[in-house]
């Protein structure tokens, strides 16, 4: 699992409480591996437990923040998993399902959710071309950490163009995409 991984990567960048690191997360990694506060928190115990992570300051009151930091352990097997080949991972979205069905029952007008998606993506690419533009300058000098930053927002900003891309295309084959027939009820309610 990539969570684990993913707050490490994250603890490195900058050590920081829970609650600064689930912040944190649900602005940058979040944007490619989503994780809820609770999971963050139970993988935080978890990296603990294993001797990966450090915790300053102890939770003996109610609302006590501990800080935690990447153990020198956590960087070695953070090292050892990036450097083990890794399988892409296959498509696992809702809408396409959603698709599949209204193929099979024929009643089914998926046009507002494939609007509905179409823009939602439309917003990601938003949100993604303006961290690009303030992040990573065109003219600006960039180090081999920033260009590897740099490919993982670039990921990004190819999906949400394949995707609105994907929607355009299946949007203008609209007409063929019949509205819902209506079902005449046998017998007729009394």
């Not at 707050?7 to 997360?25: D, N, Y």
């Not at 649900?26 to 437990?49: C, M, N, P, V």
């Not at 065109?138 to 995707?163: C, H, M, N, P």
Request: contains cysteine; hydrophobic residues 45%.
């Amino acid at each position: 699992m990539a969570l684990a991984q993913a707050i490490l990567t994250s603890l490195l960048e900058k050590p920081c409480t829970g609650a600064e690191l689930a912040r944190r997360f649900d602005k940058s990694l979040g944007h490619f591996w989503q994780a809820t506060h609770q999971q963050i928190y139970r993988e935080l115990g978890k990296l603990e437990q294993d001797g990966l992570v450090r915790a300053h300051g102890l939770a003996a009151t109610r609302g006590q923040q501990r800080h935690f930091e990447v153990l020198a352990t956590g960087k070695a097997a953070l090292e050892s998993w990036c450097a083990e080949p890794g399988e892409p991972r296959p498509i696992r979205d809702e809408l396409l399902v959603r698709l599949r069905a209204a193929a099979v029952l024929g009643t089914v007008d998926v046009r507002v959710e494939l609007l509905r998606h179409q823009g939602m993506h439309a917003q990601t690419l938003d949100r993604y071309l303006a961290i690009e533009a303030n992040d990573f300058p065109a003219d600006a000098q960039k180090t081999v950490a920033d260009e590897l930053q740099f490919a993982v927002l670039r990921a990004g900003i190819v999906y949400e163009q394949s995707w609105l891309n994907w929607c355009e295309q299946t949007l203008s084959h609209a007409p063929a995409i019949q509205k819902p027939a209506l079902v005449e009820v046998w017998p007729p309610a009394d």
